[in-house]
């Protein structure tokens, strides 16, 4: 008997070496290991987030300061990645849906079984949206086995659209997921209720995107969707907890290299918008380098470009601004600010950059002619072609002289948000000024949504001030509802003479957003509304704010500066920079020549998809607008 046991044990033992370990039969794999890894993934590692989060889209929505994709220019590289990561996302997210079919056909399923599907389900559809936002058509039936068919984006629209609608319907929200469970849900713990009302937001989301280009279709299912269960409370939030490290849980903006210094799109938006003072948002200490509302800053045309529409081009702010969006300084914290516990000290291995303030402005010769000390001053910096300004400029991007991105976001200890409710709120707001029926008025829920962003940034006691203002941000836009009357063309500002130190005044204009109305309007309900989406989104959803852009031609974004000609934006010159146009700023990311080398085929289907435009990064994609 004993040697009878021996052997047996000896033939299992050889049995299991010869077993693949990677082969799992079907009772082995579960369908939860899939959709967490393909979550986990999607938060993006250090190699792909530097890439694709931050050098294309907070550079595309301008979130920071960044040349490359905001001035047209794309890499291949970048490109290549993104494309390959996302394509491993979707195929263990597809693999989680095929799983739980199998085991459906096999009998050997648990109560939850069929909802993991429809969350798989749920959570494809976001994917599949998010890649074709960047590229335009793409394969909705891939991972067969085989090189996939490449659809339109108007058929990715509408399979994702029923792929929510389906599998929301679906979902049994009275099923309890056990703790072991819980723990592979990084995004809801596997609270179905949750996950069916992020469905139906998403549904809200992917249906406004085609309110410009197919608007019977974006009406219906917006409605449809606004009448269910939606993500509507800051509990419903969709985030994923970040760690310290380099894998895919590592911060998305976590880089020490790249500063994310304020925009001079942010910088315009955030100044003067919602009439709290700076006085009441900063210590005392920083009371003497407050300037006053009309103030415009130090005139330096000879080192700050004037070609752009950036209303303040030419300029330099030498101070704080009198009243200020009380999310600007929590988000940007201004250079010198070494006490705040968020000032960002990066990089941590070398200290003088982010420590100097002071930086010269030269002449010809390189000798300088001016210092200008950016500790405690608000001032954005453009992107383009700077020419020789820039060459003798020594203040433009430097780390340490400008307001950067606070360091709660950067050391991999936050949860970075992939939907939050104040997006429903103002989805809900669009969908109201648009006249569609939804459950909430527009201005309950334009002020519910900036009442969760508040929230957020815990600036919750400026609240009543802000949503009352009506004085105009550097755009020419104000924060109350019930205030839609137009600012005037231009308003006198006092300046000095950055040079010779001469005081005068000059008569700012602001901007002209031909991309809206034809540059006739600046405070309807709808700027208000994407403007105060767009601040609310920073800095963790940034695709959203470049999708809203393209989508509307909101919020006003200022030209890449055009000294010298740019390349990569060849119709922007300096006969039309002070015009706005769809063409002066990116559309897509050109595919990686990766697919057409590997799918030729499918590469030639993507592109024709795309139109007359072709495979550009200025072809503008189905939903959004085409002039």
């Known amino acids: 008997m004993a040697a009878f046991a021996m052997v047996m044990s000896a033939c299992n033992k050889f049995e299991e070496i010869n077993q693949n370990p990677k082969d799992a039969s079907l009772n082995q794999v579960q369908v939860e290991y899939f959709i967490n890894n393909s979550i986990i993934g999607a938060q993006m590692d250090p190699n792909i987030a530097e890439r694709s989060f931050v050098l294309y889209w907070k550079t595309a929505s301008r979130q920071h300061l960044s040349g490359g994709l905001s001035s047209g220019a794309v890499d291949d590289g970048w490109s290549s990645e993104y494309y390959r990561y996302s394509s491993g996302w979707l195929n263990s997210i597809n693999t989680a849906i095929q799983i739980a079919d199998e085991k459906t056909q096999a ?4 109560p939850y079984t069929d909802n993991l599907k429809q969350v798989a389900r749920i959570w494809r559809a976001y994917l599949l949206s998010e890649l074709s936002d960047n590229f335009g058509p793409i394969p909705i039936n891939a991972f067969q086995g085989t090189n996939p068919e490449f659809v339109s984006v108007k058929d990715v629209y509408y399979f994702a659209l029923d792929e929510l609608k389906d599998a929301s319907s679906k979902l049994n929200t009275t099923i309890v997921a056990s703790d072991e469970l819980k723990k592979t849900d990084p995004a809801f713990g596997y609270d179905f209720m949750k996950w069916k009302r992020y469905a139906n937001s998403m549904r809200l989301r992917l249906a406004m995107r085609l309110s410009e280009v197919d608007p019977g279709k974006a009406k219906a299912e917006f409605e449809a969707a606004a009448a269910g269960d939606l993500m509507t409370n800051m509990t419903d939030i969709f985030q994923v907890q970040e760690k310290p490290g380099w894998d895919a849980l590592s911060g998305v903006m976590s880089r020490e290299w790249n500063s994310q210094i304020l925009s001079t799109t942010l910088e315009n938006i955030y100044t003067g918008l919602g009439s709290v003072k700076t006085a009441d948002q900063v210590d005392a200490s920083l009371q ?14 000879d080192h700050f470009s004037t070609m752009t529409n ?15 969006d009380p999310r600007a300084y929590k ?3 201004p250079a010198g600010d070494f006490t705040n516990p968020n000032f960002s000290k990066y990089p941590s291995y070398d200290r003088p950059t982010w420590e100097t303030t002071a930086r010269n402005l030269l002449d010809g010769t390189g000798a300088v002619v001016k210092t200008l000390d950016g500790k405690f001053v608000w001032n954005g910096s453009n992107a383009g072609a700077w020419g020789v300004k820039g060459t003798r400029n020594q203040w433009r991007a430097f780390p340490g002289a400008a307001p950067r991105l606070g360091q709660q976001f950067r050391n991999s200890a936050n949860k970075r948000i992939f939907f939050a409710p104040w997006e429903t709120h103002f989805l809900l707001a669009e969908a109201a000024v648009r006249g569609w029926t939804v459950p909430l008025g527009g201005k309950a829920a334009y002020e519910k949504g900036i009442a969760q962003s508040f929230e957020y940034w815990q600036v919750d006691g400026f609240l009543g001030t802000y949503l009352a203002s009506t004085s105009y941000n550097m755009t020419g836009t104000s924060v109350s509802w019930d205030h839609t009357i137009e600012p005037p063309a231009t308003h006198t500002m006092d300046f000095k003479n950055g040079y010779t130190n001469t005081a005068g005044t000059v008569a700012i204009k602001y901007p002209v957003n031909n991309l809206y109305k034809n540059g006739t309007v600046k405070n309807d309900l709808l700027t208000k509304i994407i403007t105060q989406k767009y601040i609310a989104q920073v800095p963790w959803l940034p695709l959203e704010g470049w999708n809203d852009k393209r989508r509307l031609g909101l919020p006003f974004f200022e030209n890449p500066n055009v000294e010298e000609p ?3 934006l060849p119709t922007l010159n300096a006969s039309n920079y002070m015009t706005s146009n769809v063409k002066f700023f990116p559309q897509r990311l050109k595919y990686p020549s990766s697919l057409k080398n590997t799918n030729a085929a499918g590469y030639d289907q993507a592109v024709s998809f795309l139109g007359a435009g072709g495979d550009e990064v200025l072809t503008p994609l189905w939903w959004a607008i085409k002039q």
């Open 310 to 324: 950036d209303p303040f081009a030419g300029f330099w702010f030498d101070g704080l601004p009198q009243m200020v």
């Open 566 to 568: 740019l390349g990569t």
């Open 107 to 110: 009998g050997d399923t648990k």
């Open 331 to 333: 988000a940007f914290i």
């Open 288 to 301: 003497s380098y407050i300037r006053p509302a009309n103030w415009a800053g130090l005139q330096l045309t």
